[in-house]
């Protein structure tokens, strides 16, 4: 590398670091004035996103000039926990949504004797609830078991990219392997879905870890696979759908004792829950949840409105994804296969076969990042250097969409610094949003619901609801709250009773409705 080289990169570097710092110092003002009992400035939030966006896009466009491998990745080796640590702060400011709320609180349920199936519509497998109870369990009701829920969210999320790194160099490469990394951190989905105190990040990284270990083709580690598998069902019963994809491509390769041996560590790990669930009580519950509520779930967001809003998020990927789709070998390659899996899982939406949840999202990242490194890496100068001019247009526009889901307000404004707590007349907690709304609560059972049909009916039954938005609105059925329908975002909150019913027959009463407040 030449003096004139070295000199331009390492003014790259130095730029780089430098807005990136000025990210870090805005970003602490900004904390530190919220902390003070303001709102946060949104100009600063959309001020940091920027400098943190030409920070990374500096930074980045330096490694492509560099010629060495070993330079490469000396400065991968620099660049990537830098990025890993902003990250990790915007994480752990970012919002709560309803879904984090309710797995919150039943993960206190379950902490304080409750049954986790009680009081929420909760038609998920149970693992991850009962391991975000140990917090409860360790920390008591304070407000460090939700710094705690927090931090493990994002240790998910980095052994994600952990995993996707280690999986693509086992597969190609190292080159493969870092380029990778860099699209999947900057994957704006991938980096809200794994972050989040949600069932879907711990659940893709059981399967990753899972699918690594076959690829070890070891056949000592098939059997710990299928175990996995198995726990990441208990996790969620979605991943049942990526089980069945990875058996069919060890069939297709003939690997028939590793096959034998994943499913045999599947069914034993399977019975051992079924069973732990029997003894504990929840078998009638489990069943009734997982299984007949979940097929019966609907969405009152039309499929077209789905599929453009992926379209959206992955529109830069997208073009990207085609350009490498000529590097795809389904016959051989297990990331190929997996990804005609999801493929068609997108495609069994549209015919109201199958949902989609974070999970695909998280998982169809991981796929398609590992596919366009394997793309650009393979490709010619001519056709690299496109794709080094797309991917950088990418990488800006996704840093802009990780920005707007940070600091997005069509979703309640709670965020970790904005829990008080105090506690009742019986020492049971109480989390209060400020300044008012009682979100967690012993002595009364809460339910996140969705639909604002019902205040018409809370009103009949003597309820005083107020409510800044149009009369016609109420008319309009099933229009659902966590998609950003309403500007004033509104969230309602129930508890159950003999006077209402909701769709699968569980008795539920209005209890208020609480407006959440913009900043501006």
């Known amino acids: 590398m030449n003096i004139d080289k070295s000199f331009y990169c390492i003014m790259s570097v130095v730029f780089g670091l430098f807005f990136l710092i000025i990210s870090g110092l ?23 996103i920027l400098f943190f966006c030409l920070g990374i896009i500096i930074i980045l466009f330096s490694l492509f000039i560099l010629k060495s491998n070993k330079d490469i990745y000396s400065l991968m080796k620099i660049v990537i926990p830098i990025i890993l640590i902003f990250l990790f702060f915007i994480a752990f400011n970012k919002v709560f949504n309803q879904d984090e709320i309710e797995h919150l609180h039943v993960s206190w349920l379950i902490a304080n004797g409750g049954n986790v199936y009680q009081e929420f519509i909760e038609f998920h497998t149970p693992l991850l609830l009962f391991i975000i109870s140990l917090f409860f369990k360790v920390f008591g009701n304070s407000l460090s078991a939700l710094y705690a829920a927090r931090m493990f969210s994002f240790m998910i999320f980095l052994l994600l990219v952990y995993m996707t790194f280690i999986l693509a160099k086992r597969l190609y490469n190292k080159n493969i392997a870092y380029i990778s990394v860099i699209l999947l951190v900057f994957n704006s989905v991938f980096f809200s879905a794994s972050t989040e105190i949600l069932l879907d990040g711990f659940s893709a990284l059981l399967n990753i870890i899972a699918i690594y270990l076959i690829i070890l083709d070891k056949k000592k580690f098939a059997f710990i696979s299928g175990l996995l598998f198995a726990l990441a069902f208990f996790t969620t019963q979605k991943s049942a759908v990526i089980i069945i994809f990875v058996v069919l491509w060890l069939f297709f390769q003939k690997k028939y004792v590793v096959m034998r041996n994943v499913i045999t560590g599947g069914i034993i790990t399977g019975v051992l829950g079924f069973f732990m669930i ?41 073009l990207l994804l085609l350009m490498s ?3 795809l070998r389904f016959k051989h390659d297990i990331i190929s296969f997996l990804f005609l899996g999801q493929v068609l ?114 009103q009949k039954i003597g309820y005083n609801i107020s409510y800044n938005f149009s009369d016609e609105l109420l008319k309009k059925p099933k229009i659902l709250l966590r998609y950003g ?35 501006t």
């Open 26 to 48: 805005l970003s602490l003002f900004n904390q530190l004035y919220s902390l003070c009992g303001y709102c946060s400035i949104v100009s600063l939030n959309e001020l940091k």
């Open 278 to 318: 029997f003894i504990g009580g929840l078998w009638n519950d489990f069943f009734y949840q997982t299984f007949f509520v979940m097929f019966a779930w609907h969405t009152d967001v039309p499929v077209i409105a789905m599929v453009k809003g992926i379209m959206v998020e992955y529109s830069l990927f997208i």
């Open 325 to 327: 789709l000529n590097k």
């Open 345 to 458: 899982i997108f495609i069994s939406l549209i015919f109201s076969i199958s949902w989609i949840g974070r999970q695909d999202f998280i998982f169809l990242s991981i796929i398609i990042s590992i596919i366009i490194a394997r793309g650009i890496y393979d490709s010619s100068d001519n056709i690299k250097r496109f794709f080094i001019i797309v991917m950088i247009i990418y990488l800006v526009a996704s840093s802009l969409f990780i920005g707007r889901y940070i600091f997005s307000t069509n979703d309640i404004q709670l965020r970790t610094t904005d829990f008080v707590l105090s506690n009742s007349n019986n020492s049971d907690l109480i989390i209060d949003v400020k300044p008012t709304a009682a979100i967690f609560r012993k002595d009364t059972s809460f339910l996140w619901y969705n639909r604002i049909e019902a205040i018409p009916a809370m």
């Open 485 to 519: 329908l309403l500007k004033d975002e509104i969230a309602i909150l129930y508890c159950y009773d003999e006077i209402v019913k909701d769709s699968y027959g569980a008795p539920i009463k209005p209890l208020f409705l609480y407006n959440s407040t913009r900043c």
